[in-house]
Nanobody
Framework: QVQLVESGGGLVQSGGSLRLSCVTS????????MAWYRQAPGKEREWVAD???????NSAGSVKGRFTISRDNAKKTVYLQMNNLRPEDTAVYYC????????WGQGTQVTVSS
């Protein structure tokens, strides 16, 4: 079974940076699209960015130019580099392996203070 474990969240001041990591198990990482989502209190989970098996990336308009998604297939890990963080980026961040119904991690909390 596929498992995903996120890390790297924390408390940071506005304008600061964090790098999230998501380590996966299983053998399908290298052929799967990987994505980051986030869910703020009282809001629906929203898509942040994704990267396909060839390294092609997409990101939401709200994070474009500030967040960068990348992957290391040898380490079965996907990253989200977050720069110039804003209070509205505060949320639980989840990674997802996009295959079939999809597989989710447990999430990591990111809190940005003003």
């Amino acid at each position: 079974q596929v498992q995903l474990v996120e890390s790297g969240g924390g408390l940071v001041q506005s304008g600061g940076s964090l790098r999230l990591s998501c380590v996966t198990s299983g053998s399908i990482f290298s052929i799967a699209t990987m994505a980051w989502y986030r869910q703020a209190p009282g809001k629906e989970r929203e898509w942040v960015a994704d990267i396909d098996s060839g390294g092609f990336t997409n990101s939401a308009g709200s994070v474009k130019g500030r967040f960068t998604i990348s992957r290391d297939n040898a380490k079965k890990t996907v990253y989200l580099q977050m720069n110039n963080l804003r209070p509205e980026d505060t949320a639980v961040y989840y990674c997802k392996l996009v295959r079939g119904l999809g597989f989710w991690g447990q999430g990591t909390q990111v809190t940005v203070s003003s």
